[in-house]
C-alpha cells in the first residue's frame, strides 16, 4: 500500500515538474471568442465560426473543444502549437479534408473526435504522428474510401468507428497498423463487397459491426481472418441465404443475423464456430430451421418474427433445443391451432404433419409444387444471357453494375440470377414502365443520383424479390399512386435528397404492404395533414422526415402505425412537440425532434407513448423552459435523453428516468443556484456521465455542474408542507405551485416574465463573494 502511495506521489510531482519545465502556469490569456479552465488546462472554442484552428492556443493545453465552427480543411501541421494535448474534438466543424500530416505532433493524443463533418476520403498519411491514440470517432462523415496505410502509425488504438459514411468496398489491408485494436464500426454505409485481406493483421479485434450494409453473401473467406473476434453484427444486411461451412471463427460467442432476409440456414453453416453461445435470427424469412451443427455451448436461439411454421418439419429443432437447453424465443405462425404459441411451449410431439385431406391451402400448395418438381423432366439449358453494354457482370456473385457509366436509358439484358443492381450516377431523367422486365431476383437495385424526375407507372413491375430500392438525390417532386405496382416485397424505401413537396400518398404506399422502413429525409415536404398516411403500410418500423420544412403534424398523421419504432423529425420548423399525433404509435422506443424551433415543452408532452419510448432528442431547439411535468409518465425504460445547445436554465425532475444510460445537457446556460440542487443530487446518484454546465451566475460560466461548491450551502431538509417557505428578499410572488426561476438578462438588467410581473433583482458585484445566504433563500423559493 505504502509503495502505491508513494508511486502516485512520484507520479504528482513528476507532472508538477513538467508543467514548471514547459510553461511557468496556464499563461491566463485566454483566446477572446474562447472559454478557459485554468485548473483543467482545457479550452472550449464552440461555435464560433473559427476557420482555422487558432495557433494562440496555450502550449500547455490538455484538452481542446473546436466544436461547430467552419474549419473545412486541416493543413500540414494545423496542431504543432499544442504538443500536449491529450483530448481533441473538432465535432460538426464542416471538415472536408484532413490533409497528410494535419495530426502531427500530437503523440499525447488519446481521444479524436471527427464525427459530423464531411470527409469524403481517408488519406494515407491523414492520422501520421497519433502514436498514442486510444479512440477515433469518424462517423456520420461521407468517407467513400479508406486508402491502405491510413492507420499505420496508430498502434494504441483501441475503438476506430466509421458508422454513417458512404463506404461501398473495403480494399486489402484497409486497416493495416491498428496492432490494439479491439472494436472496428462500420455499421450504416454501402458496403458490399470486401476483399479477402480487409481485415488482416487485425489479431487483437474482438468485437466487429457490420450492420446496416448491403452484403448479399457472408463473407466468409474475410472473416477467416479475424482469429480473435467474438461479437460480430451483421443485422439489416440483404442476405437470402447462407450454406455450409458458412461462418469460420473459432472463437466466435455472439452472432446477430437479425431483420435481413433470410430463408433459408443450413444445418452445418456455423459448423466451423465451436464456441457460439449467443445467435439472434430474428426478423428473417425462416419458415423452418435444422438443428444446428457445431456450436458446442449454443443457449440463446432468437427467431422472433419469423413465419416460422410449427408442424414435423420444426420438431426435430424444437426437441434439439430441449436437450441441449438452448432459450428458443418466437412464436408459431401457423398451423391454425398453434398460432402465437411460444416455440418453447410447444411439445415436440404436437409437431404433426397431417395427411393430405387435412392439409391447409398452402401446405397443400408446397406439397403439390415439390411433387411436380420431381416428375418434371429436367430442364434444358438455357442460353447464357450476356451483361449490357458499358456494365460489368459477375454471375457468381450475383452482382452487376453500370455505374457512373453515361448510361441515358435503364440498360437491358442482364443476367436473370441477379440479386444486386448498381446503376447510380447516371443520366436517365426518366424510367419507364417494365424497366427491370425479368429481374425477379433482384434483391437490391440503386438508382442513386441518376437526375431521374418521373418514374412511369409500373416502373418496377416484375421485380418481385427487390427489397431494397434506393432513389437517393434525385429530381422526383412527386409519385404517382401506381409508382411500384408489382414490387410487392420493397421493404427499404430511400427517397431521401429529393424535392418531394408532400408525403406519399397512401395510394402511393399501398404496393408495398412490407414496407419496413421509409427514409425521406432533405425533401421539401411542409406539413403532415393527411389522416392515415400510415395506412397502407402498417409494418412500418422506421420513418425518417429530417431536414424537410414540416411545421405541423394533425392527430391523425400516424393513425394507425402500430409498429412504429422509430420517428426522425429533426431539422423541420415544428414549434411544439406533436403529442397528439405520438399517441397512434404506442410502440414508439426513438423520437428525434432536435433542430425544431422548439421553445417550450409543456406537460405531460410524452404521456402518450411513455410506455414504449427510450431514446429521446431535443438538441440545439433553443429550448428555454420545460414544465415541471413535461416528462410525466417516463420511467425506468428510458435510456437515453439529450438537450444539449439549449436555453435551458433548469430542468424538471429526472429521478424517474433510473434506466437512464446516455444524459446530454451540454451547451445549456444552466443556472447554477438551489434551484437545480436537486439536478446535482440525481447526478451524484447515477453511474453514468452527464455533460451539464453553469452558464449564471457570471463567476461560475463554463463550469461543470458536478464540480462547484454552490451546492454545498443549500438547506438539506425540505420544507414542511403545512409551513411555507420564507420569502426571499426581492424575489417576486409565485403563482400557486410554480417555481420561480431568476435569471438575468445580458447587462445585468432583471428578467421579466409573463407569470410572474415583478423583475427578480440582479445579485449586486459586493454580494458575490458572499453566495450562502443568497443561495438558502433561493433554495426556500425553489422548495416552494
Known amino acids: 500500500m505504502w509503495s502505491s502511495i508513494f508511486g502516485f506521489n512520484q507520479w504528482r510531482v513528476a507532472v508538477l515538474l513538467l508543467l514548471m519545465t514547459v510553461s511557468p502556469s496556464f499563461s491566463g490569456k485566454c483566446l477572446r471568442p474562447c472559454s478557459c479552465d485554468l485548473k483543467k488546462l482545457t479550452v472550449a472554442c464552440i461555435g464560433k465560426n473559427l476557420t482555422k484552428v487558432p495557433p494562440t492556443i496555450d502550449e ?70 497519433l502514436l498514442s491514440l486510444k479512440q477515433l470517432l469518424i462517423d456520420h462523415n461521407r468517407v467513400e474510401e479508406v486508402q491502405p496505410g491510413a492507420f499505420t502509425q496508430m498502434g494504441s488504438l483501441n475503438l476506430l468507428s466509421l458508422t454513417h459514411n458512404r463506404l461501398v468496398y473495403l480494399p486489402n489491408m484497409a486497416f493495416q497498423g491498428l496492432l490494439n485494436i479491439q472494436w472496428l464500426k462500420l455499421s450504416h454505409n454501402s458496403l458490399n463487397n470486401l476483399a479477402t485481406e480487409a481485415f488482416a493483421s487485425l489479431f487483437t479485434l474482438t468485437r466487429l459491426s457490420l450492420d446496416h450494409n448491403e452484403l448479399q453473401f457472408f463473407p466468409t473467406q474475410t472473416m477467416t481472418r479475424l482469429v480473435e473476434v467474438t461479437h460480430l453484427e451483421m443485422s439489416y444486411n440483404p442476405m437470402i441465404y447462407m450454406g455450409e461451412e458458412t461462418v469460420s471463427m473459432a472463437k466466435l460467442t455472439h452472432l446477430y443475423l437479425d431483420h435481413m432476409s433470410l430463408q433459408d440456414l443450413s444445418d452445418g453453416a456455423l459448423i466451423h464456430a465451436p464456441l457460439l453461445s449467443h445467435l439472434d435470427l430474428s426478423h428473417n424469412q425462416l419458415r423452418s430451421l435444422e438443428p444446428i451443427l457445431g456450436p458446442r455451448e449454443l443457449s440463446f436461439l432468437n427467431l422472433t418474427g419469423n413465419p416460422t411454421y410449427c408442424n414435423c418439419h420444426l420438431r426435430p429443432l424444437r426437441e434439439w433445443a430441449q436437450v441441449g437447453q438452448v432459450k428458443l424465443l418466437g412464436l408459431c405462425a401457423g398451423p391454425p391451432h398453434l398460432s402465437e404459441e411460444p416455440l418453447e411451449a410447444v411439445d415436440p410431439a404436437d409437431l404433426r404433419c397431417r395427411g393430405r385431406e387435412g ?61 444486386l443492381l448498381d446503376l447510380r450516377d447516371n443520366h436517365f431523367h426518366n424510367v419507364p414502365s417494365n424497366s427491370f422486365r425479368g429481374l425477379a431476383k433482384v434483391v437490391s437495385l440503386h438508382l442513386d443520383r441518376c437526375k431521374i424526375h418521373e418514374i412511369e407507372a409500373g416502373a418496377f413491375r416484375g421485380m418481385k424479390g ?40 397512401a395510394a402511393t404506399l399501398a404496393p408495398m404492404p412490407s414496407l419496413l422502413e421509409l427514409n425521406l429525409e432533405g425533401n421539401a415536404i411542409s406539413k ?58 404506442p410502440l414508439l422506443r426513438e423520437l428525434h425532434l432536435s433542430g425544431n424551433p422548439i421553445r417550450w415543452v409543456g406537460p405531460k408532452a410524452f404521456m402518450p407513448i411513455a410506455q414504449s419510448l427510450q431514446r429521446l432528442y431535443l438538441d440545439g431547439t433553443g429550448l428555454a423552459k420545460m414544465s415541471k411535468d413535461s416528462l410525466a409518465g417516463l420511467g425506468s425504460g428510458m ?146
Request: glycine letters at 6%; hydrophobic letters at 35%.
Open 359 to 419: 392439409l391447409t391451402k398452402e401446405e397443400l400448395e408446397e406439397a403439390e409444387e415439390a411433387g411436380a418438381q420431381l416428375l418434371a423432366p429436367p430442364p434444358k439449358p438455357q442460353k447464357k444471357v450476356g451483361c449490357p453494354d458499358n456494365c460489368e457482370c459477375e454471375p457468381e456473385a450475383q452482382h452487376a453494375t453500370c455505374e457512373d457509366r453515361g448510361h441515358t436509358k435503364v440498360p437491358q439484358g442482364f443476367l436473370k440470377n441477379t440479386s
Open 60 to 129: 500547455i493545453t490538455v484538452k481542446l473543444d473546436l466544436r461547430k465552427n467552419d474549419l473545412q480543411e486541416l493543413p500540414r501541421g494545423s496542431f504543432q502549437h499544442t504538443p500536449y494535448l491529450t483530448h481533441l474534438n473538432l465535432q460538426s466543424s464542416n471538415i472536408r479534408s484532413v490533409r497528410e500530416g494535419a495530426f502531427r505532433g500530437l503523440g499525447r493524443l488519446v481521444y479524436l473526435n471527427l464525427a459530423h463533418n464531411n470527409i469524403d476520403v481517408l488519406y494515407q498519411e491523414s492520422f501520421d504522428g
Open 466 to 505: 427487390l427489397l431494397y430500392l434506393y432513389l437517393m438525390e434525385n429530381d422526383l417532386t412527386s409519385l404517382e399512386p401506381d409508382t411500384f405496382t408489382g414490387a410487392p416485397q420493397i421493404t427499404y424505401l430511400h427517397l431521401d435528397g429529393n424535392r418531394l413537396t408532400q408525403f406519399l400518398s
Open 528 to 585: 403532415l395533414e393527411s389522416a392515415g398516411m400510415l395506412s397502407s403500410v402498417k409494418m412500418l418500423r422506421a420513418l425518417y422526415l429530417a431536414n424537410n420544412t414540416i411545421d405541423s403534424v394533425v392527430a391523425k398523421a400516424l393513425d394507425p402505425a402500430p409498429h412504429l419504432d422509430k420517428l426522425h423529425l429533426e431539422g423541420n420548423k415544428l414549434t411544439e412537440v406533436p403529442s397528439k399525433a405520438l399517441g397512434n404509435a
Open 639 to 784: 435510456l437515453t435523453l439529450s438537450l444539449k445547445g439549449n436555453q435551458l436554465e433548469s430542468l424538471p425532475s429526472l429521478s424517474s428516468l433510473t434506466g437512464l444510460q446516455e444524459v446530454n445537457l451540454a451547451d445549456n446556460p444552466l443556472l447554477c443556484d438551489c434551484n437545480i440542487l436537486l439536478l446535482r443530487k440525481w447526478m451524484d446518484n447515477v453511474s453514468l456521465t452527464v455533460s451539464a454546465t453553469c452558464g449564471h451566475p457570471a463567476e461560475l460560466h463554463g463550469q461543470s455542474v458536478k464540480d462547484v461548491s454552490v451546492f454545498q450551502t443549500c438547506p438539506e431538509d425540505e420544507p414542511s408542507p403545512s409551513k411555507p417557505p420564507l420569502k426571499a428578499k426581492g424575489a417576486a410572488k409565485a403563482p400557486k405551485k410554480v417555481k420561480p426561476k431568476p435569471s438575468l438578462l445580458k447587462g445585468g438588467k432583471p428578467k421579466m416574465s409573463k407569470a410572474n410581473p415583478k423583475p427578480v433583482e440582479s445579485p449586486k458585484p459586493s454580494a458575490l463573494p458572499k453566495p450562502a445566504k443568497k443561495n438558502k433563500k433561493s433554495k426556500k423559493i425553489m422548495q416552494r
